[in-house]
């Protein structure tokens, strides 16, 4: 395994094959996330090829396909999982049933998850339909698809096991999950954080981090939570439109002046844009998962595993690419006259 060669020429790449696979509902962060995405593939980036989603509420997908849609891309699939992983809606998944005067506020055809294929079926299909070591996995969410894609036999879609199948098509696997420096609290006092991806399906995470097959970058909590959303961005930079699913999901979240910590969109920017320096790596190693969730790295010179470290001189760089990306608008918006 090769982590020089990992990457090709930033004049040389072609857009990004992605799959994203999130828990939506539980933190506005991933319908950031999706929105960068979003703008990255306008921009000739990346190619969002499926989302499959870990959080077991039916509305999880439905308003998945309302952010895919307001991109003007609908028709990407989507899958979910069964799990029973935090089953209530969330506080804004719900906006994907808002009605204004007996219409959808947000146009959408996948109206719940039980309409949905099942995460495992979508990732192998997308997977096998893939040129081999092309395909970037953002993962931002719990452990559960991707785990149970390794476990996954061979099927109508590839012949391949599931592990075989990942080592064969996926390039790289960036995760936001884990912690990897002592978190202040609230009075100071560092501590070690078992970090919420984690401890939700500590057995898939101990699967993924024992098991996967390519390399791996991690995103620790330490590095979204010390690059924050600026909340006067919720404000200004969406209202180019009367309603829109990234800026009314934040507000529905946690409302402004509340400034959100950035932790899914930062795995989505070094996945995509992985030459840009927005972060540091950390020498190669391997991450082990406790069994109580906590997160540890061990340092190795052929190990499999690199997280981000973020500098203090790269935090203003990065929070305007993910403000500027994240508030892009559709491709062919028409902007008005004081947009």
């Known amino acids: 395994m090769s982590w020089g060669a990992s990457f ?38 990346c190619e969002l090829l499926a989302v ?6 039916e509305l999880a997908a439905a308003f998945t ?9 609908g028709d990407i699939p989507i899958g979910v999982c069964r799990s029973g992983v935090t089953p209530e809606p969330g506080r804004f998944n719900v906006l994907a049933a808002q009605k204004d005067n007996g219409n959808d ?34 993962q931002v969410g719990f452990s559960t698809n991707l785990a149970n894609l390794l476990k996954s036999p061979a099927d109508k879609h590839s012949d391949l096991s599931g592990l075989e199948l990942v080592k064969k098509k996926v390039k790289l696997l960036s995760i936001m999950a884990g912690a990897f420096r002592q978190i202040a609290n609230n009075r100071g006092q560092l501590y070690d954080h078992k970090e919420y991806n984690i401890v939700k399906d500590i057995p898939a995470a101990k699967a993924i ?20 959303y600026p909340h006067m961005s919720i404000l200004r930079d969406y209202q180019y439109v009367p309603h829109h699913p990234l800026s009314e999901a934040y507000i529905v979240y946690n409302p402004p002046p509340h400034d959100r910590p950035t932790w899914d969109l930062t795995s989505v920017l070094h ?18 998962v406790a069994d109580d969730g906590l997160t540890t790295f061990e340092e190795s010179s052929n190990g499999r595993d690199r997280y981000l470290i973020l500098r203090e001189e790269q935090k203003g760089r990065a929070r305007e690419a993910l403000v500027q990306l994240s508030s892009q608008p559709p491709a062919g918006h028409q902007p008005k006259a004081d947009d």
Not at 15 to 39: E, Q
Not at 66 to 73: A, H, I
Not at 209 to 228: C, F, H, M, Q, R
Not at 271 to 288: K, M, N
Request: glycine share 8%.
């Open 8 to 45: 090709a020429n930033a004049d040389e790449r072609q857009p990004v094959p992605l799959i994203f696979d999130t828990d939506i509902g539980n933190d506005c962060d991933d319908v950031l996330a999706m929105g960068v995405i979003h703008a990255l593939q306008t921009r000739g980036e």
């Open 52 to 57: 499959t989603i870990t959080k077991d509420h």
């Open 65 to 73: 396909d309302v952010v895919n849609t307001f991109y003007g891309r």
């Open 105 to 138: 506020r947000y146009e959408h055809d996948l109206r719940s998850g039980k309409d949905a294929p099942d995460a495992v079926d979508v990732l192998r299909k997308t997977l096998a339909s893939q040129e081999d070591g092309s395909v970037v996995i953002v």
């Open 209 to 228: 981090a024992k098991d996967w097959p390519t390399p791996i970058v991690w995103s620790g909590y330490e590095i979204g939570k010390n690059l924050t």
């Open 271 to 288: 996945a995509v844009r992985p030459e840009h320096q927005y972060f540091d790596l950390s020498a190669t190693g391997r991450v082990h």
